[in-house]
Nanobody, 118 residues
């Protein structure tokens, strides 16, 4: 059994910052890549950022230079620092983690709402 819990969402003005966190819990054997996705109303879920088990990071072009992803393996946690937020960043943000129980499988959190508005 695996559970991912996101936190840190909220309402912020354009140009502001938020930090999202996602904690994984369960009796898993190992954790691979970790990442963040987002879904705006009426749109498909899109990839935002990924960090591998080796801490290699990759970002969507829309957030490069503004967002930073990092992980704390000891705490089974992944974070997303979001700076210079824009209205188009408004979405529900979801944590995704590749976890091995019997085999590697992707798990999703329930999401946390980020709203960027004046």
């Amino acid at each position: 059994q695996v559970q991912l819990v996101e936190s840190g969402g909220g309402l912020v003005q354009p140009g502001g910052s938020l930090r999202l966190s996602c904690v994984a819990s369960g009796n898993f054997n190992s954790i691979g890549g970790m990442g963040w996705y987002r879904q705006a109303p009426g749109k498909q879920r899109e990839w935002v950022a990924t960090i591998t088990s080796g801490r290699t990071t990759t970002y969507a072009d829309s957030v490069k230079g503004r967002f930073t992803i990092w992980r704390d393996n000891a705490k089974n946690t992944v974070h997303l620092q979001m700076n210079s937020l824009k209205p188009e960043d408004t979405a529900v943000y979801y944590c995704n983690v590749n976890i091995r129980l019997d085999f590697f499988e992707n798990y999703w959190g329930q999401g946390t709402q980020v709203t960027v508005s004046s």
